[in-house]
Antibody, heavy 120, light 107 residues
């Protein structure tokens, strides 16, 4: 059974950093790209970015709203994907979902999400 | 950036009814790379349809998707009580891989 478990969320002040982790199980982690999607309170889904697998040089893509501030990485030996968030803004507040991305680009599995609150 | 506009924004229906949800793209979506997700309160989204018309594993056949280019549709043939949720479309043909704003189905 595919499982994705996010951790690392919490309350952080504007301008500070936070790192989220996504621990995967139930599939061959190193064969898949991994995505992050977020959802502000009471709002819709927003694509944040993704990291390809080693076969595609672990290249990354990001939404314009986070590019230069957020970095996605992965550790295939631990089956973990990371979302490093720097220079956080209040508008980054929301639930962050880790997800598995299929080769063509759709998301077939989602974690339960972790809440990030950026507030002073 | 491709903007996806979903309509209607919300809909009040009864179990057993048929519903058609629309997702319109601001430009043509490459290779029918469009997915539909269902999200219930307090839960993560769930994949329903990918590549515009392919049902995901375990999704009942009352859910169907169609469309190409800029116009896509999700049809639920007979609403069940568990289908009342928010539905999102997403295009994954061009980065950024945008979502629509969602359609809320209410009883």
């Amino acid at each position: 059974e595919v499982q994705l478990v996010e951790s690392g969320g919490g309350l952080v002040q504007p301008g500070r950093s936070l790192r989220l982790s996504c621990t995967a199980s139930g599939f061959s982690f190193d064969d898949f790209s991994m995505s992050w999607v977020r959802q502000a309170p009471g709002k819709g889904l927003e694509w944040v970015g993704f990291i390809r697998d080693k076969a595609y040089a672990e290249t990354t893509e990001y939404a314009a709203s986070v590019k230069g501030r957020f970095t996605i990485s992965r550790d295939d030996s631990k089956s973990i994907a990371y979302l490093q968030m720097n220079s956080l803004k209040t508008e980054d507040t929301g639930v962050y979902y880790c997800s598995r991305r299929r080769r063509s680009g759709y998301i077939d599995y989602w974690g339960q999400g972790t809440l990030v609150t950026v507030s002073s | 950036e491709i903007v996806l506009t979903q309509s209607p924004g919300s809909l009040s229906l009864s179990p057993g009814e048929r519903v058609t949800l629309s997702c319109r793209a601001s430009q043509s979506v490459s290779s029918r790379y469009l997915a539909w997700y269902q999200q219930k309160p307090g839960q993560a989204p769930r994949l329903l349809i990918y590549d515009a018309s392919s049902r995901a594993t375990g999704i009942p056949d009352r859910f169907s998707g169609s469309g190409s280019g800029t116009d896509f549709t999700l049809i639920i043939s007979r609403l069940e009580p568990e289908d009342f949720a928010v539905y999102y479309c997403q295009q994954y043909g061009f980065s950024p891989y945008t979502f629509g704003q969602g359609t809320k189905l209410e009883i």
